[in-house]
């Protein structure tokens, strides 16, 4: 007796481990598919596409994103949930905010940090670290319903540069958290779009402001100073294009269209720099045309669907903007960001070409769908 107890506690002991493994993964597969079902649901209610860590795409015309990051590596790796949404245009603040830490002083007689813009508001100087190119230019974006807005937030943490506005926080999501930050970001992008109207004009930009007036004019589109923009409806798509600042004395221009309708493809276009960009999740998407897979990545979760839009036409289009700086391709829109400051005479055509582009990205991937090619979100 004493003897198969022995071997019973032996059989025991060296099965344990592999049931601790399958115990572990079990779990991992059941946490998989509530974040994924949790996903599902967000998306529908939202009208956002579903994509693996998350859901991305525009919300009362804000282009919004909320996703799982994961940083660090090894056994440090953690996962945050991270609501975005992006500033169109974008500032041209050099903006950086986010709320006061230990040791902020320190690092800013040290030079490590920029210097902390105060507005006048002792608590909100208290609690934020606020910089920027021109401190009364930043100053007046901070009006008092912005600052009583971000001084509220208790749940998470809150970051917004020239580009857009993140809230995260640490761990996985759930809906409350989900729902919450999403209605967060997209307030305050379109609060701090109002807020921009009332910010003088960089000097920097005061010399082109002429051309950018005259542009929106010839196109029928609008016109703002700050940042030095123009935007609207152009045929039927979305466009703007604006000066952009690059640092405290340099400028460039974005050109942007959003699509009519989003690709649903899950597409991701950059420029080639060596190497794939980490972020991608998806294997880079080869075209057969060696020319363009080596200038640009290409990612998608819908790789079929991916090759069918971007076909021979849609390829010279991008390599023809390419020349004019670099070209970047989502389900949302496409971008044109440019070094230096914009030749007045090249800014209506070089636009009209970006818009044609986006026209025709979304004429093909709507007929992909159409024709039986299932994107991974439909």
């Not at 940083?71 to 991270?82: A, D, E, L």
């Not at 409806?233 to 405290?248: F, I, S, T």
């Given at each position: 007796?004493?003897?198969?107890?022995?071997?019973?506690?032996?059989?025991?002991?060296?099965?344990?481990?592999?049931?601790?493994?399958?115990?572990?993964?079990?779990?991992?597969?059941?946490?998989?598919?509530?974040?994924?079902?949790?996903?599902?649901?967000?998306?529908?209610?939202?009208?956002?596409?579903?994509?693996?860590?998350?859901?991305?795409?525009?919300?009362?015309?804000?282009?919004?994103?909320?996703?799982?990051?994961?940083?660090?590596?090894?056994?440090?790796?953690?996962?945050?949930?991270?609501?975005?949404?992006?500033?169109?245009?974008?500032?041209?603040?050099?903006?950086?905010?986010?709320?006061?830490?230990?040791?902020?002083?320190?690092?800013?007689?040290?030079?490590?940090?920029?210097?902390?813009?105060?507005?006048?508001?002792?608590?909100?100087?208290?609690?934020?670290?606020?910089?920027?190119?021109?401190?009364?230019?930043?100053?007046?974006?901070?009006?008092?319903?912005?600052?009583?807005?971000?001084?509220?937030?208790?749940?998470?943490?809150?970051?917004?540069?020239?580009?857009?506005?993140?809230?995260?926080?640490?761990?996985?999501?759930?809906?409350?958290?989900?729902?919450?930050?999403?209605?967060?970001?997209?307030?305050?992008?379109?609060?701090?779009?109002?807020?921009?109207?009332?910010?003088?004009?960089?000097?920097?930009?005061?010399?082109?402001?002429?051309a950018f007036d005259q542009a929106?004019?010839?196109?029928?589109?609008?016109?703002?100073?700050?940042?030095?923009?123009?935007?609207?409806?152009?045929?039927?798509?979305?466009?703007?294009?604006?000066?952009?600042?690059?640092?405290?004395?340099?400028?460039?221009?974005?050109?942007?269209?959003?699509?009519?309708?989003?690709?649903?493809?899950?597409?991701?276009?950059?420029?080639?720099?060596?190497?794939a960009f980490p972020f991608f999740?998806?294997?880079?998407?080869?075209?057969?045309?060696?020319?363009?897979?080596?200038?640009?990545?290409?990612?998608?979760?819908?790789?079929?669907?991916?090759?069918?839009?971007?076909?021979?036409?849609?390829?010279?289009?991008?390599?023809?903007?390419?020349?004019?700086?670099?070209?970047?391709?989502?389900?949302?829109?496409?971008?044109?960001?440019?070094?230096?400051?914009?030749?007045?005479?090249?800014?209506?055509?070089?636009?009209?070409?970006?818009?044609?582009?986006?026209?025709?990205?979304?004429?093909?991937?709507?007929?992909?769908?159409?024709?039986?090619?299932?994107?991974?979100?439909?």
């Open positions: 007796m004493t003897a198969v107890l022995v071997v019973l506690i032996t059989i025991m002991a060296m099965l344990l481990p592999f049931g601790i493994l399958v115990a572990v993964f079990v779990h991992l597969q059941n946490q998989q598919r509530e974040q994924a079902a949790l996903w599902a649901r967000f998306g529908a209610r939202h009208g956002l596409y579903v994509q693996p860590s998350g859901v991305r795409g525009v919300l009362q015309g804000v282009p919004v994103a909320v996703l799982h990051e994961v940083r660090g590596s090894g056994k440090n790796r953690v996962t945050y949930t991270v609501a975005r949404a992006q500033l169109s245009p974008a500032l041209d603040l050099g903006l950086s905010l986010r709320r006061s830490q230990m040791g902020d002083g320190l690092l800013e007689s040290l030079g490590m940090l920029a210097p902390n813009v105060l507005v006048g508001d002792a608590a909100f100087d208290r609690n934020f670290h606020v910089s920027g190119h021109e401190v009364a230019r930043v100053a007046a974006l901070l009006g008092p319903e912005l600052r009583l807005a971000l001084l509220g937030i208790g749940f998470g943490a809150i970051y917004v540069d020239d580009l857009g506005v993140r809230v995260e926080r640490r761990g996985f999501v759930d809906e409350a958290f989900a729902e919450w930050s999403l209605g967060t970001v997209l307030w305050f992008a379109q609060a701090l779009q109002a807020a921009a109207t009332r910010v003088p004009p960089a000097p920097l930009a005061v010399p082109y402001l002429s929106a004019r010839a196109l029928g589109l609008g016109y703002r100073a700050t940042p030095a923009a123009l935007g609207g409806a152009l045929d039927g798509v979305q466009v703007w294009a604006q000066l952009m600042r690059q640092g405290p004395s340099q400028l460039g221009c974005d050109l942007y269209a959003q699509h009519p309708s989003q690709l649903g493809l899950g597409l991701e276009l950059r420029p080639r720099r060596g190497t999740s998806s294997p880079d998407i080869e075209l057969g045309d060696p020319r363009f897979d080596d200038r640009f990545d290409v990612h998608g979760r819908d790789p079929e669907g991916v090759r069918a839009v971007l076909d021979a036409e849609i390829r010279a289009r991008i390599d023809a903007l390419r020349d004019r700086g670099a070209v970047l391709v989502d389900d949302v829109g496409v971008r044109l960001s440019m070094l230096g400051a914009p030749d007045p005479r090249a800014l209506v055509p070089t636009l009209r070409a970006v818009r044609d582009l986006s026209a025709a990205l979304a004429e093909r991937a709507s007929g992909a769908h159409a024709g039986g090619r299932r994107g991974a979100y439909r």
